[in-house]
């Protein structure tokens, strides 16, 4: 089975500073892994996703992330936030070639981004 | 616009009701996901679908049900059965038969039971 652990609940930043949002997983079978963003009220979109390949993955809005094999890691990072990056971000897994897109979300982090 | 529709936005039930959210999506995708979000509890999977006629438990089954009579539309029965309803409920959509496919989000809706 897979899971997603992201530690921290919350990341308060202030406007223009970088961030790093962090996301481990665990799983016995390679994986997919996904970075999506949800704005109040509103439904998950997805911020980027990596399949193989290139281990750096960019995506909307100016973040990328970094696929670690060796520490199970799937880290979102941004060199220079904005306001508007406000919003919760889940980090997702699903098992490599399975026969449905079963996700399996994390718990969530709040980006706070402060003027 | 292609896209997912989920109604209503925003649904109180009264205790001992069964209460059904609307799904539909033009974006001709085969499968279909209903997940259900607590704050601090990330989502979790309740019914999945992947083609018309034929759908699955997810983690979180007890308490739903789900129908899948037309490609475009997967609509979720919250049961009298189900002891804690009031959450955030999210549609979903993909294709199929690839790998790593993008699952696409409706806005989703809110229950409340007073």
């Known amino acids: 089975a897979q899971s997603v652990t992201q530690l921290d609940s919350q990341v308060p930043v202030f406007e223009e500073a970088p961030v790093e949002l962090r996301c481990n997983y665990s799983?016995?079978?390679?994986?997919?892994l996904f970075w999506y963003v949800q704005y109040p009220n509103q439904g998950l979109q997805l911020l980027l996703k990596?399949?193989?390949?290139?281990?750096l993955v960019k995506g909307i809005n100016g973040f990328e992330a970094e696929f670690n094999k060796s520490q199970t890691s799937f880290h979102l990072r941004k060199p220079s936030v904005h306001i508007s990056d406000t919003a919760e971000y889940f980090c997702a897994v699903s098992r490599y070639g399975g026969a449905t897109n079963k996700l399996i979300f994390g718990t969530g982090t709040l980006l706070a981004v402060q003027p | 616009d292609g896209g997912i529709t989920q109604s209503p936005k925003y649904l109180f039930r009264k205790e001992g009701q069964n209460v059904t959210l609307s799904c539909e999506q033009n974006l001709n995708h085969d499968a279909m996901y209903w997940y259900r979000q607590d704050p601090g509890q990330g989502l979790r999977l309740i019914y999945y679908s992947q083609i018309v006629n034929d759908f699955q438990k997810g983690d979180i089954a007890e308490g739903y049900s789900v129908s899948r009579e037309k490609k475009e539309s997967f609509p979720l029965t919250v049961t009298s059965a189900q002891k804690n309803p009031t959450a955030f409920y999210l549609c979903?959509?993909?294709?199929?038969?690839?790998?790593?496919?993008?699952?696409?989000f409706g806005e989703g809706s809110w229950l409340t039971v007073v």
């Open positions: 979903a959509s993909s294709t199929t038969g690839g790998t790593g496919n993008t699952i696409y």
């Open positions: 990596y399949l193989s390949g290139s281990t």
């Open positions: 799983s016995s079978v390679s994986v997919y």
